[in-house]
């Protein structure tokens, strides 16, 4: 494969470096130390910015107001916006309502597109999407108890789901629900749309993650379906085709997270030599901090290096042949990724000393926050088996 970054990209990735070292890193002091919904009126007017500047939706085609990116060259792209915890919001291509998007493109009948997509793609409103449950292993979502009923024109959905990130202040949410409880597995399940105001659909609370409880985009929501009734247009593509839509909606999502990552440990990166190359050294101390920080800095650079090179050739996978045939490739970078995700900034927090473990800088918030990395989207054990599985098939094991 070509690794060659088309210049209209590399443009691309300037003008984002800039954007966000110069508006958006002035932000992360607030952020760190107050709540999302109180950054609002400021958040609004980045996203402006970015919209004036064509940095608005990348991974979207440009007849839809996007950036008309291939998934290789927003793989890029995210990286750029990944260096800060803001970036990806500012430019309205955050999880979850990139998948949410993307399904709505490739699978929403056009009032869904007008309701819903729309308004998305020009960030007047944000969603969520309701998958894994309290009751059920996430890892196996193929099994859920959640239920959607017809019932007249309508579809009675019953259940209770937990990890609704950014379900407060959502307008709606993408349900997966059983709809089919006679077919095959893997054809059981409907996805659909409940708008959040629906009867009989409730935000319960914010889940505490990490010791915080978040607010709006920023948070994980515990919600109930309780008799919530929504019209049976709200089913979004074929029912029974849920769980396949997730499946694709999933493979794409797996580089748009890696590649953030790696945005989020080259920011590490640079906080960490930066801080080991100037931080004074006691003197007469022959093995200081700054020696040791030195195989930190060799380590990380040869993992993200190797980890960045995983991901663009999945995602050149993915652009030439498809999910399917990435699938190997799209799980070893899950767990890959997420783990030097993990070491790099275990490293950084640790050649700052004290500083590493305050919200003067993002370090500590990632270190909180992206330990989840290894979890959602498939835990890392689910990945590992699941190529070691097809490597062996071409061994004979059955
Ligand atoms: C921060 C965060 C945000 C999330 N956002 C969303 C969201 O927006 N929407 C949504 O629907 N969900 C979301 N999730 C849920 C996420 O997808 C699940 O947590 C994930 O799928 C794992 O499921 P579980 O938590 O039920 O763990 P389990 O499936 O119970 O797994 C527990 C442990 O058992 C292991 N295990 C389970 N099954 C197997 C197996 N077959 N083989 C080997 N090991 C196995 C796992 O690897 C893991 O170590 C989010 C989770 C987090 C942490």
């Known amino acids: 494969m070509d690794f060659t970054i ?3 990209t590399q443009s691309m990735m300037r003008a984002i470096r800039d954007f966000i070292q110069h508006e958006v890193y002035p932000l992360e002091r607030e952020f ?4 999302f919904r109180d950054m609002l009126p400021l958040l609004v007017e980045k996203r402006e910015k970015a919209k004036a500047m064509g940095l608005w939706a990348p991974h979207l085609p440009a007849e839809l107001g996007g950036q008309g990116l291939s998934l290789l060259e927003f793989a890029h792209v995210s990286e750029e916006l990944g260096r800060s915890p803001l970036g990806h919001y500012v430019c309205n291509c955050q999880a979850p309502d990139v998948g949410n998007m993307e399904i709505l493109m490739l699978h929403g009948t056009d009032e869904q597109k007008e309701r819903y997509l729309a308004p998305l793609i020009a960030g007047e409103m944000r969603s969520c999407f309701s998958m ?3 009751g059920y292993p ?3 979502p193929t099994w859920m108890g959640a239920t959607a009923v017809k019932d007249g024109n309508d579809y009675v959905i019953n259940g209770e789901k937990w990890f609704t990130t950014a379900a407060d202040g959502a307008a709606f949410t993408i349900v997966m629900a059983i709809t089919n409880p006679e077919a095959d597995r893997y054809l059981q399940a409907s ?3 409940v708008p959040a105001g629906s009867p009989g659909f409730k935000l319960v609370r914010n889940t505490s993650v990490m010791g915080e409880t978040g607010s709006d985009y920023a948070s994980h929501a515990e919600v109930t379906f309780d008799n919530c009734r929504v019209p049976q247009s709200n089913l979004l593509g074929p029912e029974g085709a849920g769980f396949v839509i997730a499946q694709e909606r999933l493979g794409p999502g797996r580089i748009h997270h890696c590649m953030r990552w790696i945005g989020i440990c080259e920011r590490a990166f640079d906080l960490m030599c930066g801080w ?3 931080r004074q050294v006691a003197p007469g101390r022959t093995l200081g901090s700054r ?3 030195r195989t930190w800095i060799a380590e990380s650079r040869a993992e993200i290096n190797a980890a960045r090179l995983m991901v ?3 995602a050149w996978k993915i652009d030439q042949a498809g999910s399917s045939a990435a699938r190997n490739e799209i799980s070893l970078i899950k767990f890959y990724v997420a783990g030097v995700l993990q070491r790099v900034l275990d490293r950084a927090i640790q050649a700052h000393g004290g500083m590493g473990v305050t919200d003067n800088l993002p370090l500590a918030y990632w270190y909180r926050f992206e330990r989840a990395a290894r979890i959602y989207d498939g835990t890392d054990e689910v990945h590992k088996l699941a190529v070691a599985r097809r490597i062996l098939r071409g061994y004979g094991d059955t």
């Open 6 to 8: 088309p210049e209209n």
């Open 32 to 35: 760190l130390n107050t709540s």
């Open 132 to 134: 894994t449950e309290p």
């Open 138 to 140: 996430g890892s196996n």
């Open 191 to 193: 996805m659909v749309i």
């Open 276 to 278: 080991a190359a100037t």
């Open 291 to 293: 020696q040791i920080a």
């Open 312 to 314: 663009l050739q999945a």
